[in-house]
């Protein structure tokens, strides 16, 4: 049995430092969307959407940690990353911070305090890209 990982984020930054990712072109609520989209097609939570406390209305960026395990026969969806990113989502609902419009300097420090709060996540799970990077998510489907 074989797994898949991904890390769905709206980070430009992460692109650069992950194996394999799909980046959303959007805001932090609509990275959760797209998590939630893959959790009812059979991937799991890795990592919590509401990790490092941050509200939506206090940062731009989120990027989520999911797996796929592969060569189990028909994956069924899992009841507690379903529980977990729509409560996300209801916190999100109230509104959420966008990236347009920030000073760049902003966004570097937001950036910033994303990959800091998931590089244990990554390097736990052989996630963290020290050479070149291979693509998005998109690209090898």
């Not at 189990?72 to 507690?80: A, K, R, S």
Request: aromatic share 10%; proline share 6%; with cysteine.
């Amino acid at each position: 049995m074989c797994c898949r990982r991904l890390l769905v984020t709206n980070n430009p930054s992460m692109r650069q430092k992950v194996i394999s990712w799909d980046y959303v072109s959007g805001n932090s609520f609509d990275v959760l969307v797209r998590a939630r989209d893959l959790i009812h097609a059979g991937w799991v939570l890795l990592t919590h959407p509401l990790y490092g406390n941050l509200r939506p209305h206090q940062h731009p960026y989120r990027s989520v940690l999911l797996e796929r395990l592969e060569g189990t026969g028909p994956v069924g969806t899992d009841g507690f990353s379903v529980d977990c990113i729509e409560n996300a989502l209801s916190v999100y609902s109230s509104g959420v911070l966008e990236p347009e419009g920030l000073p760049e300097d902003f966004l570097r420090d937001f950036s910033f305090v994303d990959f800091e709060l998931m590089k244990e996540s990554l390097l736990r799970y052989g996630m963290f890209l020290r050479e070149t990077p291979c693509g998005s998510f998109d690209e090898r489907r």
